[in-house]
């Protein structure tokens, strides 16, 4: 059975856990990065992205997770999560780990107060799935090898996959629906 590694430096990591642990998968928290050694696979939830930046620096997180990504380990960034696994960002703050072929913008709906919920079909994973958003991401361009899981009517991805590479802006580990978890389980 795969340990699925949970950043646990800053944000929601407890609300992944308790997701993955439900559908029966080991969870791991990881706080330094020689805990990566025994995992199959990596989430970096969401949170506050100029944090986890820094901290990802701090304790030395950056290439060691760079490495997982290019050795084909599947990770799941959710919110500042899909943040940090961007190429490029439209702001200068944070810089991210620069993992996968996207950009994306931050607070892409205003502040906190434009936070909001939307059913959405998830190509591939759920034909409903109510997205909850918290100030967050969307995505602005792509590479040609991301794959659209699904966009907003305005037509920004806001579900995005790069073969082991999985970016949501939103944040399923708070919808009481595990089916994004059992996806990325699936990978
Ligand atoms: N707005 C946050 C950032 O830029 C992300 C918010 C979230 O993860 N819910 O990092």
Known sequence: MSVVGVLALQGDFEEHTAVFESLGAECKQIRLPEQMNDIDRLVI??????????????YGFRDPIKTLASSGMPIWGTCAGMIMLADKIT????????????????????????????????????EDFNCIFIRAPIVMETGPAVNIIAELDNGNPIAVQEGNLLATSFHPELSNDS?????????
């Open 179 to 187: 089916r994004v978890h059992k996806y990325f389980l699936d990978l």
């Open 91 to 126: 702001e200068s703050d944070p810089i991210p780990l620069q993992i996968m072929d996207i950009e994306v913008q931050r607070n892409a709906f205003g502040r906190q107060i434009d936070s909001f919920e939307q059913i959405i079909p998830l190509q591939g994973i759920a």
């Open 45 to 58: 939830p969401g949170g506050e992205s100029t944090t986890l930046s820094r901290l990802c620096s701090n």
